[in-house]
C-alpha cells in the first residue's frame, strides 16, 4: 500500500476483553514497530520486528500484551485482559531496514484503544 | 528522568512569526537525531534525521540544529503558518545489540504548538 495501514481507527472495549489491533506495513519494508502513546505524551516503544521475528520485544509491558508477524508483512498487536491503563493510543511504524542508520521511519495514523 | 526532554511543554505564537523548540538529551552513545511534527489524531512525520556529525538541516521553514558536545538540538520555524500547528516531537536514536544493531528511538514528550492568526 501507499503507506502504513492500521485498523480499527477507534476501538471501545469494555475491562477484561481481548484486543487485536492490525499493522499493514508500507510492502517492502522489513521493520515493523509498535509504539503506545498516552495523551500528551511522546510515543513509547512496544516491539520491533525484524522480518517475521521479533528481534526486540522488551517495551511490552506484561504478559497481556503479545504481538505477531507471520508471514513478515502484516502484523497484530494482541492485548488480553484489558485493563483502564491499556487505553492509549497504538502507532504502527515500518522502515526498509531497521539496521539503516538514518533510515526513514513511516508511522500509521494508530489506532485509539478505550477501556471502560 | 526521561533521556529526550524538551521545552516547552507548549507555545503559542502567531502566524508569521519565528519560533525555537529545544530538546536536550541524555541518550548515549546515538546514531542520529530527529524532529517529527505530529497533527492532532495523526501519526508522526518526519522533518529532519541528523548524525551526530551533522550540526544543521532544514526542511522549507523548518531548521533543525545539533550540538552533540552538549547533546542538544533546536528546532526553528520560521514564518509559521496555521498549519504548523501541531506537536513536534524530539527523537533520538540509538544503536542496540538487537538483531545485529537496530537503531533503537527514544523520543521526547514532544512540544505542542499553537499557531493563532
Known amino acids: 500500500g501507499a503507506g502504513v495501514s492500521q485498523t480499527p481507527s477507534n476501538k471501545v472495549t469494555e475491562k477484561g476483553k481481548y484486543v487485536e489491533l492490525r499493522c499493514d506495513p508500507i510492502s517492502g519494508h522489513t521493520a515493523l514497530y509498535w509504539y503506545r502513546q498516552s495523551l500528551g505524551q511522546g510515543p513509547e516503544f512496544l516491539i520491533y520486528?525484524?522480518?517475521?521475528?521479533?528481534?526486540?520485544d522488551s517495551g511490552l509491558p506484561n504478559d497481556r500484551f503479545f504481538a505477531v508477524r507471520p508471514e513478515g508483512s502484516v502484523s497484530t498487536l494482541k492485548i488480553q485482559r484489558t485493563e483502564r491503563g491499556d487505553s492509549a493510543v497504538y502507532l504502527c511504524?515500518?522502515?526498509?531496514?531497521?539496521?539503516?542508520?538514518?533510515?526513514?521511519?513511516?508511522f500509521g495514523e494508530g489506532s485509539r484503544l478505550t477501556v471502560l | 528522568k526521561n533521556q529526550v526532554e524538551q521545552s516547552p511543554q507548549s507555545l503559542i505564537i502567531l502566524e508569521g512569526k519565528n519560533c525555537t523548540l529545544q530538546?536536550?538529551?541524555?541518550?548515549?552513545?546515538?546514531?542520529?537525531l530527529r524532529w517529527y511534527k505530529q497533527d492532532t489524531g495523526r501519526g508522526p512525520v518526519s522533518l529532519t534525521i541528523?548524525?551526530?556529525?551533522?550540526n544543521t538541516k532544514s526542511n522549507g521553514r523548518y531548521t533543525a540544529t545539533l550540538d552533540a558536545d552538549t547533546k542538544q538540538s533546536s528546532l526553528h520555524i520560521t514564518a509559521s503558518q496555521l498549519s504548523d500547528s501541531a506537536s513536534y516531537i524530539c527523537?533520538?536514536?540509538?544503536?542496540?545489540?538487537?538483531?545485529?544493531?537496530?537503531?533503537?528511538?527514544?523520543f521526547g514528550a514532544g512540544t505542542r504548538l499553537a499557531v493563532h492568526p
Open positions: 541528523m548524525t551526530f556529525s551533522e
Open positions: 527523537v533520538v536514536s540509538a544503536p542496540t545489540m538487537f538483531s545485529g544493531g537496530y537503531n533503537k528511538l527514544i
Open positions: 530538546c536536550n538529551y541524555t541518550v548515549s552513545p546515538f546514531s542520529n
Open positions: 511504524a515500518s522502515s526498509l531496514s531497521g539496521r539503516v542508520n538514518t533510515g526513514e521511519l513511516f
Open positions: 520486528f525484524q522480518g517475521t521475528g521479533a528481534a526486540d
